[in-house]
């Protein structure tokens, strides 16, 4: 069957697998509350996805062609599936090492109440930057973080807000992160250009929410926050042999994610250095784990996998520490896998017939001046995170759509990559059944419904990028012979691949 006897979809029904979407979890939440990822959300996409099945087959596609549109969109999300499952042996080794309660306990030390969240945007931040990882940042300091703030008496979605909008300001400004690389060669600009252009949103959008963090921290009442922290740093010393040796472990996958080593040896190798110094500084931790008999090396070698695949609780005497003290290994991230798959089954299926074209299509009729074509661009990013549940899908399919329409109005492509980043990028964590969403939920722990109100720095960005190009604040456009220049440029690249395809 050749493309041309497929029929485009109208806007109506390309809008009727999102309702029954937003039908589906808006019931979700009614009836499911906080456990919505067990299952409730996932069957919300299949059911959607069915249902935008049925009309890309009425459509005139074939089932064939959309499976294998499925399968290759799953195929996409494989890479950020096997990191969510070494992201969850890394956790397990990482508590009973004894790496994420030495943590904990220095962090109570040096941390006070009052700038604790304030101070967690800027360490997410300056370690996100290092390694240009806000998954890899969330997954380490991330979660020692959130014991501190569980331990001062945060609750557990203001912390993680506090958490993610650091490690994200991160992964947008860092010339080691994939989507910071990624818009700019969408877009057609170079890496440090997009950097430095991105400073005029990001700076801002950084600093309040810093003061925001400040505010809640010196108004907050965190009754019994000073007296709980003493007892949980008692219950962890009693517990673990807290050493400054084993700072060792974070040091060196820092070190490793900084020298550009791939995410997954990166995250691999620091699961097994952990493994190494929990043999050698927890060793009646491991016993305790394995729960059986014979030899040390026995129990040991059975106490690190237990902790790598499943789930395992250390119990220290305290019950607000022994929450602390419990990870779900590989087998903890199951639900978060099957989520990003029913996700990517919704979103290959509404790309494959042309849904999400026909929709954001409408879009350009509203483009007028930079503002406009900003906010269409925000919006289509959002709307792919969304729709898509992918991040980089949310930058690569925006960021082709509109690349000519900048280029026509005569600005120049930072200004594109700019708000792919300002928009794809950072609202992807906001979105529950998003890559993203899902993954950062299943590493905190905390629903994504309930820390998505407290990311500001997420939320205030694209509002951000928006504002700055309304008021016209340094937004660059080509010269008359620039811009005739580059017309001339993509008129001769059309012509010759159009001569490639006609071959």
Known sequence: MSLKQYKTPTMLQSLLPIAVLIVFLT???????????????????????????????????????????????????????????????????????????MLIYYGLEILHPKIFLFASVIICAVVSVSTGSSWSTVATIGVALLGIGKALGFSEAMIAGAIISGAYFGDKMSPLSDTTNLAPAVAGT????????????????????MVIFLIIGFTIDLQGGATNADAVQAAIKAKFNVTPVLLLVPAMLIYIIVKKVPPLPSLLAGTLLAAVFAIIFQPHILEEVAATGGSFVKQAYIAIMKTMFGSVAVTTGDPSVDELMKTRGMA????????????????GIMEACGMLKTITGKLMKFVHNAGTLVGSTVATCLFFNVTASDQYLSIVIPGRMYAKKFRDMGFKPELLSRSLEDSGTVTSVLIPWNTCGATQSGVL????????????????SPFMS?????????IRKYTPEEHAKVLEEADAADRELYREEEV
Not at 190 to 209: A, K, N
Not at 332 to 347: D, E, H, K, Q, Y
Not at 466 to 474: D, L, P, Q, T
């Open 27 to 101: 019931l979700n939440v009614k009836f499911f509350r906080d456990d919505t990822l067990s299952g409730a959300n996932q069957m919300a996409l299949i059911l959607a996805a069915a249902v935008a099945g049925i009309i890309a087959v009425n459509l005139g596609y074939r089932w064939l062609f959309i499976r294998e549109r499925v399968i290759k969109g799953i195929g996409t999300a494989m890479p950020a599936i096997l990191i969510l499952f070494l992201i969850g042996s890394l956790a397990g080794t990482w508590m009973v090492s004894g790496v994420v309660p």
């Open 190 to 209: 170079d890496l440090f250009t997009h950097v430095r252009y991105m400073v005029i949103t990001t700076t801002p959008s950084l600093i309040i929410t």
């Open 332 to 347: 903890g991230m199951l639900n978060t896998v099957w989520l990003i798959i029913c996700a990517m089954v919704f979103g």
């Open 445 to 460: 722990g905390v629903s994504t419904w309930a820390y998505a109100p407290y990311c500001f720095f997420n939320i205030i």
């Open 466 to 474: 928006v504002f700055i190009a309304a008021i016209g604040y340094k």
